[in-house]
Every structure is written in C-alpha cells, then in structure tokens.
C-alpha cells in the first residue's frame, strides 16, 4: 500500500578500531610488555610520531600485549605494521580459534594481518605483539583492531582512575598503599618509579624490596574487562634509612682489597702503612686446603715473597690500630685462585668453624666473599632465585647465616662476585629452562636474596667482564661511566631474573652498594679514568653527566667505591684512592 514502508533488518552495529593506544602516541599506555622489553620510539615511525620498540632478551620473547573488550559472535580484523625479523601479530582468547601472522624479513615496514571471530560467550580478548628469542629489537606500530563495538547496555566500561592514594614507610625498604575501591574494578596495578607494575586485587598493596633513605613516587590504575584507567595521583613517601649487618661505615666509604698473603708486582704494603682514606680493608685472601673442604687457611705473605712483611703480632696490632680508627678489616675468602665449593654439609660446617678461627685470631670485623671462577654454579632445574636447591648455595647461605648469628649485629658482611653472576641474570639463569646455558650465570643472586638483611656492602666487580645488558636492553661495555650507570642502576632498581616478571630481584639500598673498579691499568680489564668515575657518581647520586642512559633513580645515599686493590693504588701514585677523597671532600 502506498503510504507505507517495509522494515528492514536492524543496522549492525558500526566497525570500530578498539585497540587503545594503537600508534603509540601516548607511550606505553594501554600495553603491557614482558620484562621491561618495551619502550616508545620516535623514529622509525609509520604513523604519527611513535612506536613501539621491543628487545627480546634471555628467555624474554618481548611480548607486549593488551587486554580489548570485544562482542561476542562477531568478526574482527587485526592490523599492525612493523619492521624486524621474525615479528609475531596476533590474538588469544578469542573462544575460538586463535589467530596469528609473521614476518620473517627484516627491512621495510610490512603490515601484518588476522581475522577471527569471537565466540558465543566472548567478551574479551588479547591482542599481543612479540619477537622471538635471540633476535634483534623490533618495531610496531598503528596496531588496530576493527570490528563491531560491544558499547551497549551491561557491556564492560573502563573503570574511573582510583582516588584517595597514601602511601607510608613501614619500614627502610617497605611501603603500605591504600586508596579507595573503584566500582566495576576486578584488579588494580600499582605503578613505581619506572619498575615492573604489581598487580594486586584489592585497594591495598604492600610494596617490598625498596631502597632505604629514598623518595619513592606511585600512582595506581584499575582494571577490569574493557582494560585499565588512566592512573592516580602520584603518592610519595620517603622511606627511612637502614643499615644491614655490621653498621659503623661513614656515609660513603672506599673499600680495598690488601694483598696480606702474597705480593705480586705491584708489591707488598704493611698493615700499618695502609693510609687513612680506606674505610673497609679486605685481607686477600683466606683460601681453602682443597676446592671441596671448607677448610679456610690464611697466613701472611712469607718473607721470601715480601721481604718488608711485617711480624704476625705487628700486623695484628697494626689492625687493632686501625680499627679503633673506625676501620673495618675482614678476611675475603676465595679471589681468583680460590675456588671454594661447599658442597656438603660437613664443608659448611668446615667453613664456618675455620673462618671463626681466622676471624678469631686477627680480630677481625667480619667477611667478603669473593667467590670467582667455578665456586657458584646452579644445578639442573634450579630455576628460582628465591628458593634455590643447589647444594653449594644453600650451604653458603646457611654457612653466613651461622656466622652472622655468632658475632651478632656489628658483623660485617661485604660481597665482591663478577658480572656474570650477577647482572648477566637479567638476561641468563643457571643452565635455564631448556638447559644449555653456562650454570654460573646469575648464581650470585640467591646468596645476596637470601642475605640481604644482613649484608653490609655489594661491590660488584665492574671489571674483567664481558659486555653486559643493561635495563635499557641495550649492551654496556666496561671501562667507561656508561657501564658503571648500567651496572649499579641494576642493582638498585631490581630487575626480573631472566627476564621472568614473576621473578623480580628486588633492589638493593643504595646504602649496600659500592662500584667496583680496578686502581690501575695493570690491576685488572676495565680501568677507568679518574673523571669516568665521577660522572658516574654524579649520575647515579645527582642525575647528571648520565650520557645517553637513563638512571630509574636518583641515589645521593650511594655507599662509595671499591677498588682491587690498595696494593695497586699505591702503585698508581694513590690516583684512585686520591680522587675518592677529592669527589667527597675527604
């Protein structure tokens, strides 16, 4: 009939990119990337004036990804455009097929797509981009998904940023979080100084692992189904400072190793005649009778080696000397020839009673540990630097822990392992998931985990050391500033352990942690000049001189510098010890 219209179907609900912070523009917003592995770049772009950068590092396939709110039973189309080798797009939890693409070629930009639909009860999926495994960096960028916006009655919306965020110390490396409770959260992600988020489920959050006597800022966004909100307002706090065993150390002390059992060609130096600058000086070196016995043997350097060497009851009166100076001398077991495996349980309890002898004998204020070469290595599917199963680790720790235990609170604890024990486990862990790797990387770290409310000082030997990858995901080579910024900024900041982000080595106070450095050309690889070193300092304690890298932190209560050795300084003309002193108006 005229006058009348036939009613067509419903319109469908129009296409819309739902990906939030496709082109980067905003940074890292929106997106979540394995290990640190992300960061924003202004060049290349494809679109606008950012993209996304990815490093795959150790086991990290750097995996950014993000969570969309999607309607069920329809049909999308996932885009993205990148440049790399072996660059993955795709999509899961779709309740159907999951989807995926690659590019293999690395060079011009190539767009990547996939089509999926959703399944019948579908209201979320997650959207990810990733590299693969020993490749070079990669970049993405306008990622988009295009398809029917759930919008709607009863469909999940964003949440509103949390308000009312405190924060307060509850103790040197300890901060409790409150805020109010936002309707429609199912999470909340607490965001830190540049660190990995902590995702907790309720409107609280105790945040551990910190740095003492350091201003902490975080802010905190809620989650749910449609994605996260923007972020609070930032709370700050301050935490207080703190102190690990053995107090009594100036603010920022210089710590040497003496050569009391041998000479070598930078020649011997009595006790007595060590200068005043030194605050921590190690006697090198307490070694075992045999790799695996715990038997720990120290004597000073016999006459024909070091004709000037003093009597035994010169040198112990010479230590007394200086520690009623307000020095602290320790016995360092192990160095570069010292191989020390404790094995077993009668090594350990070797260990602790023939250092107690040592330590007994000269009167001495405490222990490094110096382990070097093949002394720490992790076993076949010791994969956790928190709970290690090791034999060596567990009873070096146990063995500390009993030595901490008998000489009490005053007990200095001081440790001195290479790179590749530590930072390299940024990267590497032990022989990994797959076996294959080195077991000696990063097998250091569970012995400072587990010791680090009783450890004095951290001085890692940023020396005789391979290039190693800093935060940035980027290589640093010793010997200059760069590679000390890297190195300690590690240390401090904390970081996931094979770039596993459910297992983050937290930092250390910058109270704990000296950079150690060779006194010389000829002490050892990777000498520094007198002003690499200060930039470094002013980087790390001032933020400036930083050059290219980008601290996480600002640490003015950065304990000093330790050097290898006092023997090597004096044979330098006193340079290193000279500019320590100078730096801090010693």
Same mark, same amino acid.
């Not at 509850?170 to 429609?184: H, Q, R």
């Not at 105790?206 to 189904?225: I, K, W």
């Given at each position: 009939?005229?006058?009348?219209?036939?009613?067509?179907?419903?319109?469908?609900?129009?296409?819309?990119?739902?990906?939030?912070?496709?082109?980067?523009?905003?940074?890292?917003?929106?997106?979540?990337?394995?290990?640190?592995?992300?960061?924003?770049?202004?060049?290349?772009? &494809?679109?606008?004036?950012?993209?996304?950068?990815?490093?795959?590092?150790?086991?990290?396939?750097?995996?950014?990804?993000?969570?969309?709110?999607?309607?069920?039973?329809?049909?999308?189309?996932?885009?993205?455009?990148? %440049?790399?080798?072996?660059?993955?797009?795709?999509?899961?939890?779709?309740?159907?097929?999951?989807?995926?693409?690659?590019?293999?070629?690395?060079?011009?930009?190539?767009?990547?797509?996939?089509?999926?639909?959703?399944?019948?009860?579908?209201?979320?999926?997650?959207?990810?981009?990733?590299?693969?495994?020993?490749?070079?960096?990669?970049?993405?960028?306008?990622?988009?998904?295009?398809?029917?916006?759930?919008?709607?009655?009863?469909?999940?919306?964003?949440?509103?940023? +949390?308000?009312?965020?405190?924060? *307060?110390?509850? *103790?040197?490396?300890?901060?409790?979080?409150?805020?109010?409770?936002? +309707?429609?959260?199912?999470?909340?992600?607490?965001?830190?100084?540049?660190?990995?988020?902590?995702?907790?489920?309720?409107?609280?959050?105790?945040?551990?692992?910190?740095?003492?006597?350091?201003?902490?800022?975080? !802010?905190?966004?809620?989650?749910?189904?449609?994605?996260?909100?923007?972020? *609070?307002?930032?709370?700050?706090?301050?935490?207080?400072?703190?102190?690990?065993?053995?107090?009594?150390?100036?603010?920022?002390?210089?710590?040497?190793?003496?050569?009391?059992?041998?000479?070598?060609?930078?020649?011997?130096?009595?006790?007595?005649?060590?200068?005043?600058?030194?605050?921590?000086?190690?006697?090198?070196?307490?070694? +075992?009778?045999?790799?695996?016995?715990?038997?720990?043997?120290?004597?000073?350097?016999?006459?024909?080696?070091?004709?000037?060497?003093?009597?035994?009851?010169?040198?112990?009166?010479?230590?007394?000397?200086?520690?009623?100076?307000?020095?602290?001398?320790?016995?360092?077991?192990?160095?570069?020839?010292?191989?020390?495996?404790?094995?077993?349980?009668?090594?350990?309890?070797?260990?602790?009673?023939?250092?107690?002898?040592?330590?007994?004998?000269?009167?001495? @204020?405490?222990?490094?540990?110096?382990?070097?070469?093949?002394?720490?290595?992790?076993?076949?599917?010791?994969?956790?630097?928190?709970?290690?199963?090791?034999?060596?680790?567990?009873?070096?720790?146990?063995?500390?822990?009993?030595?901490?235990?008998?000489?009490?609170?005053?007990?200095?604890?001081?440790?001195?392992?290479?790179?590749?024990?530590?930072?390299?486990?940024?990267?590497?862990?032990?022989?990994?998931?797959?076996?294959?790797?080195?077991?000696?990387?990063?097998?250091?770290?569970?012995?400072?985990?587990?010791? !680090?409310?009783?450890?004095?000082?951290?001085?890692?030997?940023?020396?005789?050391?391979?290039?190693?990858?800093?935060?940035?995901?980027?290589? &640093?080579?010793?010997?200059?500033?760069?590679?000390?910024?890297?190195?300690?900024?590690?240390?401090?900041?904390?970081?996931?352990?094979?770039?596993?982000?459910?297992?983050?080595?937290?930092?250390?106070?910058?109270? %704990?942690?000296?950079?150690?450095?060779?006194?010389?050309?000829?002490?050892?690889?990777?000498?520094?000049?007198?002003?690499?070193?200060?930039?470094?300092? @002013?980087?790390?304690?001032?933020?400036?001189?930083?050059?290219?890298?980008?601290?996480?932190?600002?640490?003015?209560?950065?304990?000093?510098?330790?050097?290898?050795?006092?023997?090597?300084?004096?044979?330098?003309?006193?340079?290193?010890? !000279?500019?320590?002193?100078?730096?801090?108006?010693?």
């Amino acid at each position: 009939m005229a006058g009348f219209l036939a009613a067509g179907p419903p319109a469908a609900a129009a296409d819309a990119d739902l990906v939030r912070n496709g082109g980067f523009e905003a940074g890292l917003d929106g997106w979540s990337c394995s290990g640190g592995s992300g960061a924003t770049v202004t060049t290349p772009v &494809h679109g606008g004036s950012s993209a996304l950068r990815a490093t795959p590092a150790g086991q990290d396939n750097a995996r950014c990804s993000q969570t969309v709110t999607v309607k069920p039973d329809s049909t999308y189309t996932l885009g993205a455009w990148v %440049q790399g080798a072996y660059v993955y797009l795709g999509a899961s939890g779709t309740g159907t097929t999951d989807v995926s693409a690659w590019t293999q070629t690395p060079g011009a930009w190539k767009q990547l797509t996939a089509t999926f639909r959703t399944g019948p009860s579908t209201t979320s999926v997650t959207v990810y981009t990733h590299g693969w495994y020993g490749q070079p960096a990669h970049v993405t960028d306008d990622l988009t998904l295009v398809g029917p916006d759930p919008g709607g009655p009863g469909q999940p919306q964003l949440p509103a940023a +949390p308000t009312g965020l405190t924060a *307060s110390a509850t *103790s040197p490396t300890s901060v409790a979080l409150t805020w109010s409770a936002v +309707p429609g959260a199912t999470s909340y992600t607490v965001h830190r100084d540049g660190a990995a988020p902590l995702s907790v489920t309720s409107a609280s959050a105790a945040v551990t692992g910190l740095a003492a006597a350091t201003t902490h800022t975080f !802010r905190v966004s809620a989650v749910n189904a449609a994605g996260a909100s923007p972020q *609070s307002a930032p709370a700050s706090v301050t935490t207080p400072g703190g102190g690990g065993g053995g107090g009594g150390l100036p603010a920022h002390a210089l710590v040497g190793y003496l050569h009391a059992s041998f000479a070598n060609g930078s020649g011997y130096v009595r006790m007595a005649d060590v200068p005043a600058s030194w605050d921590v000086i190690n006697l090198a070196f307490g070694e +075992p009778t045999s790799v695996t016995s715990g038997d720990i043997r120290f004597r000073l350097c016999p006459v024909a080696e070091c004709p000037n060497v003093e009597s035994a009851a010169e040198f112990k009166a010479a230590i007394k000397a200086k520690q009623a100076a307000g020095k602290k001398v320790l016995i360092s077991i192990g160095g570069q020839n010292g191989q020390v495996q404790l094995a077993s349980t009668a090594a350990r309890d070797t260990f602790v009673s023939s250092v107690s002898n040592i330590i007994d004998e000269y009167g001495l @204020n405490g222990l490094d540990i110096d382990f070097e070469g093949h002394s720490l290595s992790l076993a076949t599917g010791d994969n956790d630097f928190r709970a290690p199963t090791t034999p060596v680790v567990v009873n070096l720790i146990s063995a500390v822990k009993t030595l901490k235990a008998k000489y009490g609170p005053d007990f200095v604890l001081t440790m001195a392992p290479e790179t590749f024990f530590v930072q390299l486990g940024y990267q590497y862990y032990g022989s990994g998931t797959w076996g294959g790797q080195d077991p000696r990387a990063g097998a250091y770290l569970p012995v400072i985990h587990a010791l !680090r409310d009783d450890l004095t000082l951290l001085h890692v030997q940023d020396y005789n050391s391979g290039s190693i990858m800093g935060l940035d995901n980027q290589y &640093h080579s010793m010997g200059g500033a760069d590679f000390h910024i890297a190195m300690t900024d590690m240390l401090l900041t904390g970081f996931p352990v094979a770039g596993n982000t459910a297992r983050v080595f937290p930092a250390l106070r910058p109270d %704990q942690v000296a950079i150690g450095l060779p006194a010389t050309t000829n002490a050892g690889n990777g000498h520094t000049a007198p002003a690499e070193v200060n930039k470094a300092l @002013n980087c790390l304690t001032k933020k400036t001189d930083c050059g290219t890298y980008q601290t996480h932190g600002t640490w003015p209560g950065l304990r000093g510098l330790m050097t290898w050795s006092i023997n090597w300084d004096r044979f330098g003309g006193w340079e290193f010890s !000279r500019n320590f002193d100078g730096y801090y108006g010693g």
